[in-house]
């Protein structure tokens, strides 16, 4: 594992490869280049398999082989919570609120959820402090200080029912119809 120089390790970028770029590599430089460098390496590995494979080997056996490499995908994170209802702690996985997020942005007819992932900041137990990560892209007919005050508010609207917090950072990114981004800027709320 080698440190980059803006101090993210290359298995950090390993980590997210299969996900869309988050605020930090959309704008260091370094990060960029080791996320095009391991595309460019899975890539040729993924080239190789498919194409040496003897003759006398079945599909099933390269099957098998890219399935393995497959299975290498971060699992989804677990996380301990306090129930926003009970006050009881529970476990609840990083997709259960994201499910969440997302059929809150379903009914949005300004902003378009691209991408979202969420996570624990705190070393709490059951965790208090949240950060999600939002690409979304917004309607013509729309602003961006529109925008950004919707997604803090559709954020916190989906989380509140099923976690308590106290502090939830939301990184923005704003994206045109072709998925670059326009605007990045983080936002933050307390409960």
């Not at 393995?68 to 989804?76: C, E, S």
């Not at 950060?131 to 729309?142: L, T």
């Amino acid at each position: 594992m080698t440190t980059l120089p803006c101090g993210r390790s290359t298995q950090d970028v390993l980590l997210n490869l299969d996900e869309p770029a988050d605020l930090h590599e959309l704008q260091c430089r370094w990060c960029h280049a080791e996320r095009q460098r391991l595309k460019d390496q899975n890539g040729f590995i993924t080239q190789l398999l498919q194409t040496s494979m003897p003759e006398h080997q079945s599909e099933a056996f390269s099957q098998g082989i890219l399935g393995k490499i497959a299975g290498f995908v971060p699992r989804q994170r677990v996380w301990d919570v306090q129930d926003s209802a009970t006050g009881q702690p529970q476990r609840m996985s990083s997709l259960d609120l994201i499910k969440a997020i997302r059929a809150v942005f379903a009914s949005s007819t300004t902003a378009q959820l691209n991408f979202t992932e969420f996570k624990a900041t705190d070393t709490a137990i059951p965790h208090l402090a949240w950060k999600a990560q939002c690409h979304v892209s917004m309607a013509e007919d729309s602003s961006v200080q529109v925008i950004e005050q919707q997604v803090l508010d559709y954020v916190s609207q989906a989380i509140s029912p099923l976690i308590s917090w106290n502090e939830l950072v939301v990184d923005l990114v704003i994206e045109d119809l072709h998925g670059h981004a326009i605007e990045s800027i983080t936002l933050r709320g307390e409960s």
